[in-house]
Nanobody, 125 residues
């Protein structure tokens, strides 16, 4: 059974930092491009930061310079380091896995093969 276990969310003041983790089991992580999406009630799930099939990392414009994606294939883990958090970063964050061999582009919502359960990030002003 494939599982993506996300953790690290919480309540933080604006300007603060959080580090999200996503541990994958049941898959070979080097066959997949991991990523992070977020969603607020009433809005579509949006891509925040995702690996490309060539190993590059995509960042949404709204998080460039503040968020950093990293991963470790041996640990089957991906992280999202979030700095200078803003209230508009408040959302449920989901980790994702996209099979590289059939991948079209990073953070392609419709191409994601596996989703983790979300972790809530709340940034207070």
């Amino acid at each position: 059974e494939v599982q993506l276990q996300a953790s690290g969310g919480g309540l933080v003041q604006a300007g603060g930092s959080l580090r999200l983790s996503c541990v994958a089991s049941g898959i070979f992580s080097d066959d997949y491009a991991f990523g992070w999406f977020r969603q607020v009630p009433g809005k579509e799930r949006e891509g925040v930061s995702c690996m490309g099939s060539d190993g590059t990392v995509y960042y949404a414009d709204s998080v460039k310079g503040r968020f950093t994606f990293s991963n470790d294939y041996v640990q089957n883990t991906a992280w999202l380091e979030m700095n200078s958090l803003k209230p508009e970063d408040t959302a449920v964050y989901y980790c994702s896995a996209d099979f590289i061999a059939t991948m079209w582009k990073p953070c392609n919502y419709f191409g994601i093969d596996y989703w983790g359960k979300g972790t809530l990030v709340t940034v207070s002003s």
